[in-house]
């Protein structure tokens, strides 16, 4: 394993270990950076809390759901597994009732809910933002959010009484780092990796793709 992956492995767990946690009284994470890294530990971090049932994923994609407050809430209860056809939810306060109560039909003692591409909230008035963020504090740590996003949380302090939640960086990797995590990976000589990586560089640059190619 390269120090890069090492690296990274070590972010997951951090996440996984906060994630699982219910007495914890962070209740919000925010994940940033480069969408390939940042995105491959994320799927690994979701697939490590849902398997043994104790924690519930709901993924919420802000892009499609940022148009309106309304529209936010609804289609985050219409996640829910015992969610009604028809009902409306039209605030945040109702909706985290119903996630809250929905836990109640499960095995999961945590829900996490997932906001990709989260830039999209700052569409959104402050007001409803610091409510977002706020909410779940009052649930003991059984219901936390990951905002996932490509900027960090200094972009999103638009007002004061937003806390900071935990971050967790994902950032570009060099040439030299890619080099070394798919030599690493792929027990290959690195002088071959090198001369094969200066061929696709220029167009390919995700770790994964490239453990394909070389």
């Known amino acids: 394993m390269s120090g890069m992956e090492a690296t990274c492995s070590k972010k997951l767990w951090q996440i996984v270990s906060l994630l699982r946690c219910r007495n914890s009284s962070i209740t919000h994470l925010h994940v940033y950076g480069t969408i390939g890294p940042r995105d491959e530990v994320m799927q690994k971090v979701i697939e490590e809390v849902k398997e043994n ?16 407050h309304k529209l936010f809430c609804q289609g985050l209860y219409n996640l829910l597994p015992h969610s009604k056809s028809g009902k ?66 200094t972009r999103f302090e638009i007002t004061e ?5 935990v971050q967790f960086a994902f950032e570009a990797l060099s040439k030299g780092e ?37």
Not at 161 to 165: A, G, Y
Not at 189 to 203: A, G, I, K, P, T
């Open 178 to 214: 890619v080099q070394e995590a798919l030599s690493a990976r792929l027990n290959f000589d690195s002088n071959f990796v090198r001369c094969m990586l200066d061929m696709v560089y220029s167009v390919c640059r995700d770790l994964n793709q490239l453990s394909y190619i070389v």
């Open 88 to 153: 409306k939810i039209e605030n945040l306060e109702s909706v985290f009732e119903e996630c809250k109560a929905e836990l109640q039909y499960v095995k999961s003692v945590v829900m996490v809910i997932v906001l990709n591409n989260s830039e999209m909230l700052l569409n959104f008035p402050p007001s409803f933002l610091q409510t977002l963020f706020s909410i779940p504090k009052k649930y003991g740590g059984t219901v936390k959010l990951v905002s996932v996003a490509r900027l960090p949380w």
């Open 161 to 165: 009484h937003i806390s900071s939640p």
């Open 53 to 68: 049932d104790e924690v519930m994923v709901l993924r919420v994609n802000c892009y499609v759901n940022h148009r309106s």
